[in-house]
């Protein structure tokens, strides 16, 4: 089972997200909340409890503590294991979305986003993954990063990725195009179990926590460009 906290400041929108996982066979409804302080206090208590969500669906604009804040305390918490998060957000160019990514979430949904689609992120953002495959993402990655904060030199680069092979690399920019473990496979035509293995010494290697930390780094290090 699935076990999912939501939070978010409309209770209307709290109420019919908890609805629609609570009805699915593989997911277990934990709790939810009405803002980032709450979020953070649930899931102390759960953990307390022997009980850490897989999965916080967190909203960024709420009083209180906002989902950006509350995102950075969850995952920078000592106390317990951090639970993945999935923020939501009402725009698509919310000025926000860059800096939850940076702040560790594994990924980013529309409120708006069909049922199925919420359904499959949180489904994908528990076994582990980063949420890249829609579209949406990968687009809203390259929006931010064009106008966040600006990329390191092309002499500091070295510093950061020397760690890592030829090969390596390669992966790490094919990561941050959006592509699957599959995807990178038929690139560099391996089976996907290497391609796999490729994924993870990379992250290991560079210190992050998954694709999405990835995908910022790389475009931070200038290894690849928005739209390209």
């Known amino acids: 089972m699935i076990g999912v906290l939501v939070v978010d400041d409309q209770s209307m929108v709290r109420e ?6 609570a009805a699915q066979p593989d997911v277990e409804v934990l709790g939810t909340a009405g803002d980032g302080r709450a979020a953070v206090e649930e899931v102390r208590r759960l953990a307390a409890a022997g009980r850490v969500p897989d999965v916080v669906l967190m909203d960024v604009r709420m009083p209180r503590l906002d989902g950006i804040e509350a995102t950075r305390l969850l995952l920078a918490d000592p106390g317990a294991p951090p639970p ?9 160019l919310d000025d926000h979305v860059y800096a939850a990514l940076r702040a560790g979430a594994s ?13 499959h992120a949180v489904r994908v953002v528990a076994t582990g993954e980063a949420l890249l495959a829609p579209e ?3 687009r809203l990655i390259a929006r931010y990063l064009e106008t966040g904060p600006a990329r390191a030199e092309d002499g500091e680069r070295p ?5 890592l ?31 796999k293995t490729h994924v993870s010494r990379v992250l290991t290697k560079l ?20 739209g390209g």
């Open 84 to 92: 993945r998060v999935l923020v939501l957000t009402t725009f698509d």
């Open 107 to 119: 990924g980013f949904l529309l409120k708006h986003a069909p049922a199925a689609e919420l359904l």
């Open 165 to 195: 092979t030829p090969r390596e690399v390669e992966v790490l920019r094919l990561v941050a195009r959006g592509l699957s473990n599959r995807e990178v496979a038929e690139e560099l035509v391996v089976v996907e179990q290497t391609a």
């Open 136 to 138: 949406v993402t990968r």
């Open 16 to 21: 019919g997200f908890a609805a629609l996982l």
């Open 207 to 226: 210190g992050l926590r998954d694709r999405v930390q990835a995908v910022v780094l790389a475009y931070e290090m200038g290894l690849v460009r928005p």
């Open 159 to 163: 510093a950061r990725l020397a760690a």
